[in-house]
């Protein structure tokens, strides 16, 4: 029979005693099994709840989108609802981005908000801001520093995600995404003082391919960098201490659509045409003998028998602010004039009717010019010119910078006084030279931030040319400026930035990108640069080039020449150039006043990237060498030289388009590979669905 065994509890004082012979060796090792549990326990619960975190935490969600915190590159993400798309990455600069906001959510009770502060660094207040349309939403971001070393900074990702808007950049792209720019001061420039800088268009408005806009307030202080196929980056001033960050984040079904409900809105609803006369009107620039009055009067009326002479004598012959001065001869001269009725030595207009002239102004006065002479002598230099106001009392001394190579004083908008007076003499040479328009250039820049001086608080960033264009705006619609911010509503024309006489960004190809991003922000009746560039390039005189840059203005709202095209090439771009002035006034000009008036209503622009009937297409997101006038006419011209085909993406999948140098018909949302374009010929596309 098998033996029994003991089934009862060992006793309480057997146990004791048997642990208590134990050896030391064992004793040990029953402690280290204890340590090695305890430790294996830790490093599993860590390891589940790693396993169990998300990398990414909801911080505010709304109807249509959320944003969310990425924990490993502390970053804010914007995801599109229901879908969870991915429409924007914003990496945060100024914080400790390995701690996560959540949960500690300071503003938990209101749902619409999001709060969170990183201990002496900064603190981050996100909030659901009321929608401008259907189908957008809405977050404002408002970053505080807590330390006065705090330097805050947003970069906005640009992996799979293109990037419009902004500021006019030296070698423009399109979009912006291959832009470098070191970080500094949001505001307009001069490329020929500062070719590192932004150029005389400023908004601040970005937009991305995604469907997102970005919107900083006017009055936020704001650096802006741009890191070539990397990212944007806004951050605040180095040298203002405790400033803070804020912007409204927008998120639309497409590119389009976010436009249209934001970007269309940021000049607001006022807006008004300029004189769309100047549409029909080629601009030939003047630059004949120039050493006198007397010379330049010859040399107008030569000018104008020569454009006579080659049926162009419809059009407008511009003065540049050197020879209208001269021309001018200071206006209380021909003021005395006129009182003498002596009218032998004053210009006539009628002597290169019937073209017009057009004569240029600046604010800007040499400290050696009578005007400014004048100002000093009848202590008005203080109230007329920007001035440095003294810290300890005294006098102030006026503002000194250079223009066109002389050291200049500048006109002081913020004085009503300064205003009425230079306006006062803007009418006087306009009405004393007869001319039909009046070009301002120089409104470009802040020069204060150019001598490294705070500027007064009504002059902070670009209130200068705010300022500037609301006065000018009141000579009349025949007024053209050469800079734009917070401006578009304005009847103003826009000139643009001189490009180089050759193929690279800096010359043709910089023309579209220009066009689509001045209309892109508001600026759609813009003055292009003269046919083949007027700064010295690679290719001066080269006929193929002058003939492409002719195609591409031919469809813009203005043609301007410097180098009429008897001087340059054969008699068979001549007779082009005529076809071409002609095709502008009867085919282009009808469009854009169409086109204008959707403008007015809408705000929508009239010169429109690819992207406009394509808005969720990658392939649109890049194309920058085609541009539509509304939704009816592709221009696709050729920017490379000696080629005579391209590539060409018709937009708009379900529409189609007719070429209106074949009359055939081809599907949108296609590509046409090698598509024949001779040097006579430019591809232009009409759509007929």
């Known amino acids: 029979m098998p033996l029994s065994r003991p089934t009862g509890q060992i006793s309480e004082a057997a146990w004791t005693s048997g642990f208590r012979e134990m050896t030391e060796p064992l004793k040990g090792a029953v402690g280290c099994l204890g340590v090695a549990v305890f430790f294996a326990m830790t490093i599993g619960i860590i390891s589940w709840q790693a396993l169990e975190q998300s990398p990414e935490e909801w911080v505010l969600r709304g109807r249509s989108s ?6 490993r590159r502390g970053a804010l993400l914007l995801r599109a609802l229901p879908t969870g798309r991915k429409v924007v990455v914003i990496m945060v600069g100024g914080v400790p981005a390995a701690e996560p906001p959540p949960p500690r959510d300071s503003c938990w ?20 801001e009321p929608p401008p349309a259907p189908g957008t939403e809405c977050f404002s971001v408002h970053w505080t520093p807590l330390r006065p070393d705090v330097m805050l900074k947003d970069c906005f990702s640009m992996a799979n995600i293109s990037w419009y808007g902004g500021a006019s950049v030296h070698s423009q792209r399109w979009p912006l995404n291959s832009a470098k720019s070191h970080a500094q001061p949001f505001v307009s420039g001069d490329f020929s003082k500062n070719p590192a800088g932004y150029g005389p268009v400023v908004e601040r408005y970005f937009l991305a391919s995604t469907g997102v806009t970005v919107t900083v307030a006017p009055d936020v202080p704001l650096f ?40 269309s809105q940021l000049a607001g609803p006022a807006r008004t045409l300029p004189n769309m006369a100047l549409l029909g009107s080629p601009i030939w620039r003047y630059y004949g003998p120039a050493g006198s009055a007397a010379k330049i009067k010859r040399g107008l009326r030569a000018l104008a028998r020569r454009l006579k002479r080659h049926r162009l004598q419809e059009g407008i012959l511009a003065l540049g602010e050197h020879c209208t001065a001269t021309l001018a001869a200071a206006d209380h001269v021909l003021v005395e004039q006129r009182r003498r009725r002596d009218s032998a030595r004053a210009w006539d207009p009628s002597l290169i009717s019937p073209l017009r002239l057009s004569i240029t102004l600046s604010p800007y006065a ?39 190579g002389q050291l200049c004083a500048r006109l002081n908008v913020t004085s009503e006084a300064a205003l009425t007076w230079y306006l006062a003499r803007a009418r006087g040479l306009r009405q004393a030279l007869g001319a039909a328009y009046v070009v301002f250039e120089g409104a470009e820049g802040n020069a204060f931030l150019e001598q490294a001086v705070p500027p007064p608080a009504e002059l902070v960033g670009d209130q200068y040319i705010g300022a500037l264009a609301a006065a000018l705006a009141t000579l009349g619609n025949g007024t053209v400026i050469s800079a ?61 080039l002058y003939v492409r840059w002719l195609q591409i203005v031919t469809f813009l709202p203005t043609m301007t020449f410097s180098m009429p095209p008897w001087l340059c090439c054969d008699a068979w771009v001549l007779n082009l150039t005529w076809q071409c002035i002609r095709r502008h006034r009867d085919f282009v000009v009808p ?42 006419v592709l221009v696709a011209p050729i920017t490379e030289k000696g080629q005579t085909w391209r590539d060409i993406y018709l937009p708009g999948e379900g529409h189609l388009w007719m070429d209106t140098n074949t009359a055939h018909i081809f599907d949108g949302g296609t590509t046409l590979r090698n598509y024949s374009a001779s040097l006579a010929e430019v591809p232009v596309f009409i759509k007929t669905s």
């Open 66 to 71: 959320g944003m969310l915190w990425e924990r």
């Open 109 to 128: 009770h209101d749902g619409g908000q999001f709060c969170y502060a990183w201990e002496e660094d900064a603190e981050l207040r996100l909030s659901l």
């Open 224 to 263: 802006v960098s741009l890191e070539s196929e990397r990212h944007f980056c806004l951050g605040t001033p180095v040298e203002r201490a405790m400033t803070s960050l804020s912007y409204l984040l927008c998120v639309s079904p497409d590119v389009a659509a976010a436009h249209r409900h934001v970007g």
């Open 366 to 404: 040499s400290i050696a010019s009578p005007l400014f002479l004048r100002s000093l002598q009848d202590g008005e230099a203080a109230s007329y010119w920007l001035s440095l106001q003294p810290r300890y009392g005294g006098c102030s001394v006026p503002l000194l910078t250079t223009w066109r």
């Open 484 to 544: 734009g911010a917070r401006s578009s509503h304005l009847p103003l024309f826009i000139q643009m930035s001189p490009l180089r006489s050759d193929w690279s960004h800096a010359g043709l190809k910089g023309v579209i990108p220009s066009v689509l991003h001045y209309s892109l922000l508001g600026y759609n009746f813009l003055i292009p640069d003269a046919v083949g560039g007027s700064l010295a390039g690679d290719a001066p005189g080269d006929p193929e």
């Open 591 to 632: 469009l854009i006043i169409k086109y204008s008036e959707e403008w007015l209503r809408l705000g929508y622009p009239i010169f429109r990237p690819v992207w406009w009937l394509s808005p969720t297409d990658p392939t649109a997101f890049t194309i920058e060498d085609e541009f539509l006038i509304g939704d009816e």
